[in-house]
């Protein structure tokens, strides 16, 4: 009995290791959206396209002759950002066509100032961009686009969704729209920087930012107030315990803050974190908060 069954075993455990053992990994075709709430867990929005969607819907990026380059590291340790834009700049060299990643975010509700988006892969690699980076990028970085066509193989695109960036010439000796690693540094905050690590050196690699098989995007919002309409100044929490008493941002508690909240209630339990104007703990803007933040005063 047990013999018998001994070759069922051995079967049964080939075909789970095949399961897991990595092959080459295929392209997507769809992708998940999603935009969490403030707790950045709740999921707020969500939905999911493809690429023939994508293309008939929104704006091609990329007019199909341009080449796009990110650049990689350039294993020289007195040299490691290249302002020159120089070496090794064929890391990645691709003619692109895809969507911009700020169209895409806007099919669950957008990015807002201070928000970030994660670009996931299939194999749950991932990046996260600003949303300045995403909304309103230097010319010098570009657009972040989805590729989900190259020149070579057409919508066969094997590394395809990648990221890229439609970075202009203004930084390149060549005249070559190369998103280098000093772009990296002068585009993107310190903490989104890529580096490959040689086992000695730290070397700055823009390359290392162009995920391949993106399968999802995920907004994470910021948990600090944006300024409530039609005021400029973002709120204050002038005696820090996350509580945004200052609602119009004038640098004191007066009664013009209880004024807006009450105006503005709808459009803060839509647009803002919740837990920044709770006064009252319940985990929802309601009008015992205003109660709550005019017996403050
Ligand atoms: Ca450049
Ligand atoms: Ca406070
Ligand atoms: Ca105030
Ligand atoms: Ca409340």
Redesign the pocket.
């Known amino acids: 009995m047990m013999v018998g069954r001994r070759p069922l075993v051995i079967l049964a455990l080939a075909i789970l290791l095949a399961m897991v053992v990595p092959g080459a990994a295929a392209q997507t075709t769809s992708l998940e959206l999603i935009r969490y709430s403030w707790d950045n867990t709740t999921v707020a929005a969500s939905t999911t396209v493809n690429i023939s969607w994508m293309k008939s819907n929104l704006p091609v990026m990329g007019d199909g002759v341009t080449h796009y380059h990110f650049q990689g590291p350039t294993f020289i340790s007195t040299d490691l950002w290249n302002s020159a834009e120089d070496v090794n700049l064929d890391k990645i060299n691709e003619t692109i066509k895809g969507t911009a990643i700020s169209d895409l975010c806007e099919l669950v509700g957008g990015m807002r100032p201070g928000d970030e988006v994660q670009v996931r892969a299939a194999d749950g690699f991932k990046k996260r961009l600003n949303y300045t980076n995403v909304y309103a990028p230097p010319a010098r970085q570009g657009p972040p686009v989805l590729a989900w066509w190259n020149a070579r193989d057409g919508e066969a695109y094997k590394d395809g969704m990648r990221l890229f960036f439609l970075a202009d010439t203004s930084s390149n000796p060549r005249g070559w729209h190369v998103f280098g690693n000093e772009d990296m540094r002068t585009c993107l905050s310190p903490s989104y920087w890529h580096y490959f690590w040689d086992g000695e050196t730290n070397y700055p690699s823009a390359a290392g930012l162009s995920i391949s098989h993106v399968a999802r995007l995920e907004i994470f919002p910021s948990s600090i107030p944006i300024p409530v309409p039609p005021q400029q100044v973002a709120p204050g ?10 609602v119009n941002g004038n640098g004191r508690s007066d009664f013009a803050d209880v004024v807006l909240f009450f105006n503005q209630m709808t459009w803060i339990a839509a647009n803002e974190p919740i837990s920044a104007f709770d006064f009252n703990n319940n985990s929802r803007i309601d009008f015992a908060d205003v109660v709550r933040l005019f017996e403050k005063l």
């Open positions: 929490d002038w005696n820090r315990d996350g509580k945004y008493e200052d």
